[in-house]
């Protein structure tokens, strides 16, 4: 049986620790400076714990599953021997680790992931990329073990991925955050999104084309709303930038389409 030690205690490490446990890989062990998440993790998947460098069990397969700035940092200071080791960072190029490793690789998981929320790797794209073809093949069977959508990925096309990602993700989501805020801030619940949330993910996900299903003032060229909207986000103009390079955007695409 293959083993896997994963590095790291944060969201990524716990979605791949728990991953790897059910899988037919054996977790070997999860590695962490930062013990009390690192021992729980472990504790939660049946591996063994350690935060010494010395102490870092052999294995096959290493995944780092730390912050971006933080791989490289991780990858110097320990001691892989001849096994492949890989990062799980989407920005991060596969020579964002060193030299010293010789069977270099990534294995990114294309998700959100966040304390608290469980997340299956039964359909995430995990997406490979190895230094040479034997260790692109050795990531590619352990994503194969994990996910029904593993594919490689050179880090040119893991980048543009990662960007469109944040459009998707962060940016979608931070929009929600302003609404909430702005309910808030008039006295109206922000559970009356809730519903139109959902419904326009829905939208989006079944549909062949998001830019086929988008609706509102700005789509429709109305600017009698979009002032009107304007005029209540007169005391936050950061919020009127916002809304006007998006509506803006909006209406050009919408010609388009």
Not at 39 to 68: K, T, W
Not at 178 to 201: F, H, N, S, V
Request: charged share 20%; net charge neutral; hydrophobic share 40%.
């Amino acid at each position: 049986m293959k083993t896997v030690v994963v590095i790291g205690s944060g969201n990524v490490a716990e979605a791949l620790a728990g991953a790897i446990a059910a899988s037919p890989y054996g977790l070997a062990q999860l590695y962490a400076r930062n013990r009390d998440r690192g021992e729980r993790i472990a504790r939660s998947y049946g591996c063994p714990f350690a935060s010494d460098p010395q102490e870092l069990a052999p294995a096959d397969i290493y995944l780092i599953a730390v912050s971006d700035r933080a791989v490289g940092e991780a990858a110097e200071a320990l001691d892989f021997g001849r096994a492949v080791v890989a990062h799980t960072a989407g920005s991060v190029p596969l020579d964002g680790l060193p030299g010293k490793i010789r069977n270099r690789g990534v294995f990114y998981p294309l998700q959100t992931f966040t304390a608290g929320r469980h997340i299956s790797l039964g359909d995430v794209p995990l997406l490979v990329e190895g230094s040479d073809p034997q260790t692109t093949r050795t990531l590619l069977r352990l994503a194969r073990a994990l996910s029904s959508n593993a594919r490689q990925a050179s880090s040119e096309e893991r980048a543009k991925l990662h960007l469109a990602a944040v459009f998707a993700s962060n940016f979608s989501n931070h929009m929600y955050a302003i609404a909430q805020q702005l309910l808030d801030r008039y006295g109206l619940p922000a559970d009356l999104l809730k519903p139109l949330m959902r419904e326009t993910a829905a939208k989006a996900l079944e549909s062949a084309s998001a830019a086929d299903v988008q609706t509102g003032p700005a789509r429709r060229g109305d600017m009698l709303t979009q002032k009107r909207h304007l005029d209540i986000l007169d005391d936050c103009p950061e919020l009127q930038n916002i809304y006007e390079n998006i509506s803006r955007h909006i209406w050009e695409i919408s010609k388009k389409t």
